[in-house]
Nanobody, 125 residues
Framework: MQLVESGGGLVQAGGSLRLSCAAS????????FGWFRQAPGKEREFVAAINWSGDSTNYLDSGKGRFTISRDNAKNTVYLQMNGLKPEDTAVYYCAAESNYPDLTRTRAVVYDYWGQGTQVTVSS
């Protein structure tokens, strides 16, 4: 499975962005997906996850109420809507997929099998 992120960019604090993750292959429906981010000098951090059907989601505490993860199984695409962005949200955002436990929304990066190349999100103050 190949994952391609898009939608990153430069935005002012308080603004919004919607990231997209387009997945190739026929097995999209059998995978759970996650979004992670990594800022310079910091470890990769869990942001959000969604299970295979879309009826279960999980979020980083600081993203609750601001971020929404969703998926469109017909379009093989996962989205991360980010509102109320803050300078501390600045990072490279990565999409990831896993098939071992597709009904779960796991937070550890090591369990994900496939990764995209990342998209830069920069929030100015």
């Amino acid at each position: 499975m190949q994952l391609v992120e898009s939608g990153g960019g430069l935005v002012q604090a308080g603004g919004s962005l919607r990231l997209s993750c387009a997945a190739s292959g026929r097995t999209f429906r059998t995978h759970a997906f996650g979004w992670f981010r990594q800022a310079p000098g910091k470890e990769r951090e869990f942001v959000a996850a969604i299970n295979w059907s879309g009826d279960s989601t999980n979020y980083l505490d600081s993203g609750k109420g601001r971020f929404t993860i969703s998926r469109d199984n017909a379009k093989n695409t996962v989205y991360l809507q980010m509102n109320g962005l803050k300078p501390e949200d600045t990072a490279v955002y990565y999409c990831a997929a896993e098939s071992n436990y597709p009904d779960l929304t796991r937070t550890r990066a090591v369990v994900y099998d496939y990764w995209g190349q990342g998209t830069q999100v920069t929030v100015s103050s």
